[in-house]
């Protein structure tokens, strides 16, 4: 069954029910209204899905999409300070072992257990300064 046969399906089910539950009261002429008024709301539906899948010819990115992503900007917005610490904090944490090793790489026994110590606790303070919302080097 198709999903537009599906909801012609739904749509008599509906119908009954209310000829069911109404009896003589629902009159021949209240069904047809019914019908004709969910091949209307089918037809509104299936139009609005439609648009909300149809792709920005520039962009690509569909009205749904278009709306998810400003919804989201809408609960970054407010905290955008905070969630740049929090990816620049997340970036150093990361960086930090491979910078280490770079370091041991390129220098040998030159970079030594002191000058790794050194360097880690310079990341160390970077990071609970940026934590903390203050600017390195203030």
């Not at 537009?4 to 009954?16: A, H, M």
């Not at 960086?95 to 990341?123: C, N, R, Y």
């Amino acid at each position: 069954m198709t999903p537009r046969g599906k909801e012609r399906s739904f749509g008599k089910v509906l119908v009954r029910l209310l000829e069911n539950d109404l009896g003589q009261r629902f009159s021949s002429f209240a069904t047809r209204s019914w019908h004709k008024a969910y091949d209307v709301i089918v037809e509104y539906i299936e139009e609005g899905l439609q648009q909300s899948y149809k792709q920005d010819p520039v962009t690509g990115i569909t009205d749904a999409e278009k709306a998810l992503v400003q919804e989201s900007w809408d609960l970054l917005k407010p905290d955008l300070l905070g969630l740049r610490r929090k990816i620049f904090t997340k970036f150093l944490v990361d960086f930090v072992e491979d910078f280490i090793a770079l370091m041991k790489t390129d220098l040998g026994d030159e970079f030594t257990p002191l000058a790794e110590s050194a360097w880690k606790k310079a990341f160390d303070i970077m990071i609970a300064t940026i934590e903390q919302g203050q600017r390195v080097g203030s």
